[in-house]
């Protein structure tokens, strides 16, 4: 049971590139979200879905992008990437009565 | 604003010591209360959880305080380890499988 795979596991990017962190659970799981982690930040949610197409903003969603076409997957897009984007993302997917199961992570760098 | 508040931002404890985090919120609203613990290079996985019927819950050596009234709660970490050495975050939602909300996390280190 693979759990939440999130690829790649790093990843450099010039100002102004775009890209996609791919992120997919095996656990028939309703609930899928998109945090990002700063040094002294905690996690911060980026974007939010509750099923396959229904999305919502989370705390800090400017510059990123979400959609969920099936159960499985929920790929976050980087339209145009900025130095402010460097960070590690993390995955999650839950259903209402479980806990949040959590992604490896990507370490994304924006030069 | 941060509707989650952590502290402190780092602890360094002796091996066998009492290591306490603490943690306050803002919304009344919130009914769960998970605990992660996240070592380097990994995601954050589930240590602990608490709603807010209970004032305590007990699992080995970590226990959740919680104090509805005063909007705060405690990861308190008994007999710690080298190995409990990690980061661990604080958060909160509305419903377990929901929108997390965060604590800026507290670097543990344990020392032998």
């Known amino acids: 049971n693979a759990g939440v795979t999130q690829t790649p596991k790093f990843q450099v990017l010039k100002t102004g590139q775009s890209m996609t962190l791919q992120c997919a659970q095996d656990?028939?799981?309703?609930?899928m979200s998109w945090y990002r982690q700063d040094p002294g930040m905690g996690l911060r949610l980026i974007h939010y879905s509750v099923g396959a197409g229904i999305t919502d903003q989370g705390e800090v969603p400017n510059g990123y992008n979400v959609s969920r076409s099936t159960t499985e997957d929920f790929p976050l897009r980087l339209l145009s990437a900025a130095p402010s984007q460097t960070s590690v993302y993390f995955c999650?997917?839950?259903?209402?009565?479980?806990?949040?199961?959590f992604g490896q992570g990507t370490r994304l760098t924006v030069v | 604003q941060q509707q989650v508040k952590q502290s402190p931002q780092s602890l360094i404890v002796q091996k066998g010591g009492i290591s306490i985090i603490n943690c306050a919120y803002e919304?009344?609203?919130?009914?769960?209360f998970p605990w992660y613990q996240q070592f380097p290079g990994k995601g954050p996985a589930l240590l602990i959880a608490?709603?807010?019927?209970?004032s305590e819950k007990k699992e080995g050596r970590f226990t959740i305080s919680f104090n509805k009234s005063a909007k705060q709660f405690s990861l308190h970490i008994m007999d710690s380890q080298p190995g409990d050495s990690a980061t661990y975050f604080c958060?909160?939602?509305?419903?377990?499988?929901?929108?997390?909300?965060f604590g800026q996390g507290t670097e543990l280190s344990v020392k032998p």
């Open positions: 656990m028939n799981h309703e609930y």
């Open positions: 919304n009344t609203a919130f009914d769960y």
């Open positions: 999650a997917s839950a259903d209402r009565n479980t806990e949040a199961f």
């Open positions: 608490i709603r807010p019927d209970v």
């Open positions: 958060a909160a939602n509305q419903y377990q499988g929901g929108k997390l909300i």
